[in-house]
C-alpha cells in the first residue's frame, strides 16, 4: 500500500477508473469474443489451421477459398496457428482471446521496466503505463473483438523497447522478431540496432536469424514438408502478399495509413491515383531516410530519447502500410507514455489532446454517426498521429549530442602567429595586389600586438610561379614552401593545409584564403574570442554584417552563389549536424592544439575539406565562433572550375556521408584501451618502436618472443616501465627453438634452406590435424617441451609472464591449449589467454584465424583461461586516422593487437612478410599519443 502513498488523489482516481474498464473488460469481451463476433480474422487462422491439418498446404494460401481476408502471414507462423483445429471453435476462440489479453498484460509491463529504466522511479513509471494504458484501452479492446494479432506485436514491441534500454540484444532481437515475422514492415527497427556496438549488433542479428531458421526447421518437421514444398508455401504467400489490393480498400474509413488518406482523396476528385500513388512512394521513402539519418548521424542524450529512436520506426510503420485500423493503432501507447515521461509543454499538450479525443474516444457509441464518420473520412486520427510524429523530432533533434573527444595538448613554441597562406597560379581568381595590401595591414597589426614573433608561411603548389609574383608578397618573417610538384592538387586542399600545420610554429594559426582575403579587422576580434576561450574561430561569409567588395559586373553572380550556399548549408546542417550558415569558410583562425587534432582526422583532399573540418569541430564538440567579416572577390570563376567543384561536391559529400554514417568523426581513442604490441625480440626497429610508444603511454601490453634474435636489445628499459603488462609471444612457427633440435624434431624442417627452422604456420597446421586424426601425442608433446622452454626463457630475463598469446596465433590450433593447459595453469602469473576473434576479419584472409577462435573459445573457458574481447585493426584502418580510431574505440575494455616498428628491418635473418606496414602502424600510434595528452 505505501506504493500508492505517492500517487496523487486524481492520479489514484485515473488509476481506480483503469483498473476497472481492465476487470470489466475481461468478461465482457471474453464472451464477446467468444459467441458476439462475426467474421473476425481469427476465423481466419482457424480456417487455415484446419486446412494444414488435412494436409492441404497447398491450399494454404487460397483468395478463392477465404475471399476478402485471407490467411496472409508468412509460412514460419503456421507453427503457431496450426494447434489451432485441435480445439472445438468455440473453445480456441476463448484461448485465443486470453492469449491476446496476456499479451497485451505483459506488453504494458515491460513497458513499465521501461518507463523504470528511463525514470527512475517507479511511482511516476506506472502512472505513465497507466495513462498510455487509458490512451490505447479502446483500440485493445476492437483487438479483441476482431481477433487480431496485434496484441502479439505489441508484446513483441514492447520486449524490444525494454531489451534496448537494457542493453540486452538476444532479447532485442527476439522480441522485434515477432512483430517482423506477422508484418515484415517492422523489421526497420533492426536497421537501429545497427547503430549500436557491434557485439549487440551481432546478438541482436544472430538471436531473430537463428530464430527464423529454427520457426522454419520446424515447420518442416511438423507438417512433414519437403524443400520444394516449403518452397511452394513462400511463393504462394509472397503471391497473397502482392495481391493485397484485390481483397482489401485501403480508402476505406477505418483505415489511416497515409495510402488510405491519399486514395480517399482520389475518391473526392482532389489529385489522381498516379499521384497519389508518386506522392506515397515519395513520402514514405524521405521520412524513412529521414528517420535512419537520424539513428546513424545523431546520438540520444538520454534513454528516452533513445526510446524515441525506436518509438519513430513504429510510427513509420504506423503511416505507411497500406492500412492501419484501430487495432493496429495500440503502438501509439509507446510514443504516448515516451512524450509523457518527459516535459510538457504546449505542443506536446496539444497534440495529446488532439490524438486522444480523434482516436482514444472516438468511438460510434460516444460520438455519434455523423461526428464518428466525419473524423474518419477527413482522416484527423492520421493527422493526429502525424503531430505525435511531430513532437518526437523536434525532442530528438532538441535533445541528441554528438560524441566528445579527449582535450589537446598545445606545442610550446617561442612563434605566437602563424599565417599560413596556400598559393596556386592555376587559380586565376588570386588578385596578387590586393592580397598583398591585406597582408601588409595585417604584419603592421602583428608588429604592433607581437613584435616579431610572427611568420608568414606562402605554400605554393601548381603552376611555376615567377619571381616577380614572389617579390609582390615578401613580407618580414616570411617563408616559401613549394610544393609545385604536386600541380593537380586544388588551391584550398588537404595538403597544403597539412603542410602549413606541419611547418609552422605559432602557438595561433591564421588560415587565409587567396581568392577571399579577409581585412585585418577579422584577424583582430578573433584573437578576442580565442582569448576568451573559443578554440576555432570562422569569418562567416552569410552573416548579415559580413560585407563583399566586388565589381558591379560580378554583383549578380556574387549574390546566387551566396543564395546557393545558405541553401546547401542548410542541407548541411540537416544531414551531419553542422549548425553554421558557412561551413567552406577558408579564413579562419585556429589554437595549435585544435588544429593538430582536426587535421589529424582529416581525410578529405579538395576543397570540400573545409566541410569536413566544420563537420569535426562539431562532432568533438569544440568552442566555434563564428565572426562577420569583409571580403574581397574580383573576378568569377570559369565555366570549367565551376564544373570540376560541382563533380568534386557530389564525389566528397558522398564520402563525407559514408565516413559519418560509419562514426568515423565520432570515436576518438580512450587511454583505457588495451593496447597490445606483439613481436617485441623479433628486431632492432621492432623493439625500439614498442619501447618508445610503451614510454608514451599508448601500448598496455607487450607480448615477447622468447625466442627472437633481438629479445634482449632495450629489454630492461623496456621492464622499468610501471604498469605494463608482459607476456609470451608462444611461437613455434618463426624462426628456430630454444629446446634442443632431438626434443623437437616434428616441429621443425628436416632439409632445405631453413633446415631446423621451425615449420611455416600453414604446414604446422596440417601436421596437427594429422596428429589429431591419427590421434598422436608426439607432436602435442613436443609443443609442450617448446612451450615450458619459451616460459623458463622468459622468467630468466626477469619478464614476469602475465598472459599468453601466439605467433601467428598458433596457440589456437586445435588441441594446443588442451594439451598445454596444466603447464600454464603452474604459471601462477598468466591470467588470460588471447582469443583472435574478431568477426570483422570474416571476410579477410583471416577468416581461419576467425573459426579456430570460435572452436577453440569455449576450450579457453572450459579450463578457467581469462580472455578478453578482441579488435583487430587491419593495414588499411592504419592509414585513415579517423577510421582507425572509431574501430579502436567502439568496443570497451578489449584488447587491441598491433605491431609497430621504428623503422623497416631489410636484414632480418627470416624475412617478415609485414616489414613495410609496421611503420605505419608506428605513426599511428605515434598520433594516438599526440591526441591522447
Keep these: 500500500m505505501s506504493f500508492f502513498k ?48 488435412t494436409t492441404q498446404s497447398n491450399n494454404l494460401y487460397n483468395l478463392k477459398l477465404d475471399g476478402g481476408s485471407p490467411f496472409r502471414y508468412p509460412p514460419p507462423t503456421l507453427i503457431f496457428f496450426k494447434p489451432l483445429a485441435f480445439l472445438a471453435h468455440d473453445l480456441c476462440r476463448f484461448f485465443w482471446f486470453l492469449a491476446q489479453w496476456l499479451s497485451f498484460a505483459f506488453g504494458f509491463y515491460f513497458l513499465y521496466l521501461s518507463l523504470c529504466l528511463i525514470k527512475k522511479n517507479k511511482h511516476s513509471a506506472f502512472w505513465i503505463t497507466t495513462l498510455s494504458l487509458l490512451f490505447v484501452f479502446r483500440l485493445c479492446l476492437d483487438t479483441f473483438t476482431i481477433g487480431q494479432v496485434s496484441s502479439l506485436m505489441f508484446f513483441g514491441f514492447s520486449l524490444g523497447l525494454w531489451a534496448y534500454l537494457k542493453n540486452k540484444p538476444w532479447l532485442a532481437g527476439a522480441g522485434v522478431f515477432i512483430p517482423t515475422i506477422l508484418k515484415l514492415s517492422p523489421g526497420i527497427l533492426f ?191 492520421f493527422w493526429a498521429s502525424c503531430f505525435i510524429g511531430l513532437i518526437l523530432f523536434k525532442q530528438i533533434l532538441q535533445k541528441t549530442i554528438v560524441a566528445i573527444s579527449m582535450p589537446w595538448p598545445s606545442k610550446s ?50 603552376k611555376n610561379i615567377s619571381e616577380e609574383h614572389k617579390n609582390d608578397l615578401i613580407l618580414e618573417n616570411s617563408t616559401w614552401i613549394d610544393l609545385k610538384a604536386n600541380a593537380q592538387i586544388n588551391l584550398e586542399s588537404w595538403l597544403a593545409i597539412r603542410t602549413g600545420i606541419t611547418h609552422s610554429k605559432g602557438k595561433i594559426l591564421y588560415f587565409i584564403n587567396a581568392e577571399q582575403p579577409c581585412e585585418t579587422f577579422f584577424f583582430q576580434n578573433a584573437i578576442k574570442e580565442l582569448k576568451d576561450g573559443a578554440d576555432f574561430v570562422r569569418a562567416n561569409r552569410r552573416f548579415l554584417e559580413s560585407e563583399f567588395k566586388i565589381p558591379v559586373r560580378v554583383l549578380p553572380y556574387v549574390y546566387g552563389r551566396h543564395i546557393l550556399a545558405l541553401i546547401f548549408n542548410s542541407i548541411l546542417k540537416f544531414c551531419f549536424g553542422i549548425v553554421t550558415s558557412d561551413s567552406q569558410s577558408a579564413n579562419f583562425v585556429i589554437n595549435r592544439s585544435t588544429a593538430l587534432k582536426i587535421f589529424s582526422h582529416l581525410h578529405l583532399e579538395s576543397f570540400f575539406c573545409f566541410t569536413e573540418i566544420s563537420l569535426l569541430c562539431e562532432k568533438q564538440k569544440l568552442k566555434v565562433k563564428d565572426l562577420p567579416c569583409r571580403v574581397i572577390f574580383l573576378k568569377e570563376k570559369r565555366i570549367k572550375r565551376i564544373l570540376s567543384e560541382i563533380f568534386i561536391l557530389l564525389k566528397d559529400i558522398c564520402i563525407l556521408f559514408w565516413r559519418n554514417l560509419n562514426k568515423y568523426y565520432d570515436r576518438f581513442y580512450n587511454t583505457s584501451q588495451k593496447i597490445t604490441a606483439d613481436d617485441w625480440g623479433m628486431s632492432q626497429g621492432v623493439n625500439n618502436g614498442i619501447l618508445e610508444l610503451a614510454q608514451l603511454g599508448v601500448i598496455k601490453r607487450v607480448s615477447l618472443l622468447a625466442n627472437g634474435p633481438y629479445l634482449k636489445h632495450s629489454l630492461q628499459e623496456l621492464l622499468n616501465i610501471k604498469e605494463l603488462e608482459t607476456g609470451l609471444h608462444f611461437n613455434i612457427t618463426y624462426g628456430r627453438p630454444l629446446s634442443p633440435k632431438t626434443r623437437v624434431p616434428s616441429l621443425l624442417q628436416q632439409k632445405g634452406p631453413y633446415k631446423d627452422y621451425f615449420y611455416p604456420a600453414s604446414k604446422l597446421f596440417l601436421k596437427v590435424i594429422r596428429s589429431i586424426v591419427t590421434n598422436k601425442k608426439a607432436l602435442f608433446q613436443e609443443i609442450q617441451i617448446e612451450l615450458e622452454a619459451q616460459l623458463n626463457a622468459l622468467k630468466e630475463q626477469g619478464v614476469t609472464v602475465n598472459y599468453l598469446d601466439g605467433h601467428h596465433h598458433i596457440h589456437m590450433l586445435p588441441g594446443v591449449i588442451t594439451n598445454c593447459a596444466n603447464i600454464l595453469k603452474g604459471n601462477v602469473e598468466i591470467r588470460f589467454i588471447r582469443c583472435p576473434l574478431d568477426f570483422k576479419l570474416f571476410f579477410t584472409k583471416k577468416l581461419p584465424i576467425v573459426i579456430l577462435s570460435f572452436l577453440q573459445k569455449k576450450n579457453l573457458k572450459k579450463y578457467g583461461f581469462k580472455t578478453y574481447s578482441f579488435v583487430y585493426p587491419q593495414i588499411s584502418d592504419f592509414q585513415d586516422f579517423g577510421r582507425y580510431c572509431q574501430k579502436i574505440s567502439q568496443t570497451e575494455n578489449a584488447e587491441i593487437l598491433v605491431h609497430p616498428a621504428a623503422k623497416n628491418e631489410d636484414t632480418l635473418e627470416w624475412k617478415d612478410s609485414y616489414n613495410e606496414n609496421r611503420v605505419h602502424e608506428y605513426e599511428t600510434l605515434k598520433k594516438l599519443w599526440l591526441i591522447s595528452k
Design 413 to 462: 613554441t617561442h612563434t605566437e602567429v602563424s599565417v599560413i597562406v596556400p598559393i596556386s597560379l592555376n587559380n586565376s581568381l588570386i588578385h596578387f595586389k590586393n592580397l598583398k595590401t591585406i597582408l601588409l595591414n595585417l604584419e603592421i597589426f602583428l608588429k604592433q600586438k607581437y613584435n616579431n614573433k610572427f611568420e608568414f608561411l606562402f605554400i605554393h603548389h601548381g
Design 6 to 53: 505517492h500517487l496523487s488523489l486524481f492520479q489514484k482516481i485515473i488509476l481506480g477508473i483503469t483498473t476497472l474498464l481492465v476487470l470489466a473488460s475481461l468478461p465482457i469481451y471474453a464472451y464477446k469474443s467468444v459467441y458476439q463476433s462475426n467474421n473476425s480474422d481469427f476465423d481466419v487462422y482457424y480456417k487455415a489451421s484446419q486446412r494444414l491439418n
Design 191 to 381: 536497421a537501429l540496432f545497427l547503430t549500436e556496438k557491434k557485439i549487440f549488433i551481432q546478438k541482436s542479428l544472430g538471436c531473430a536469424l537463428a530464430i527464423f531458421i529454427i520457426f522454419n526447421i520446424l515447420l518442416l518437421l511438423w507438417l512433414d514438408l519437403n524443400y520444394n514444398q516449403l518452397q511452394n508455401l513462400y511463393t504462394a504467400w509472397f503471391s497473397v502478399v502482392l495481391q493485397d489490393a484485390s481483397y482489401f480498400d485501403a480508402s476505406h474509413y477505418g483505415s489511416q495509413s497515409l495510402k488510405s488518406f491519399l486514395l480517399r482523396s482520389v475518391n473526392h476528385d482532389w489529385i489522381t491515383r498516379p499521384v497519389a500513388n508518386a506522392m506515397y512512394f515519395y513520402i514514405s521513402l524521405l521520412v524513412c531516410i529521414s528517420i535512419l539519418s537520424i539513428w546513424f548521424l545523431k546520438q540520444a542524450k538520454d534513454l528516452r530519447i533513445k526510446g524515441m529512436y525506436f518509438a519513430l520506426a513504429l510510427m513509420a510503420c504506423f503511416w505507411f502500410m497500406p492500412e492501419t485500423f484501430k487495432y493496429s493503432q495500440t503502438v501509439l501507447a509507446f510514443p504516448i507514455a515516451l512524450i509523457l515521461a518527459g516535459p510538457i509543454g504546449t505542443l506536446e499538450l496539444f497534440s495529446l489532446l488532439f490524438c486522444a479525443f480523434s482516436i482514444s474516444f472516438a468511438g460510434l457509441d460516444i460520438y455519434g454517426k455523423v461526428l464518428f464518420f466525419w473524423l474518419q473520412n477527413t482522416s484527423m486520427p
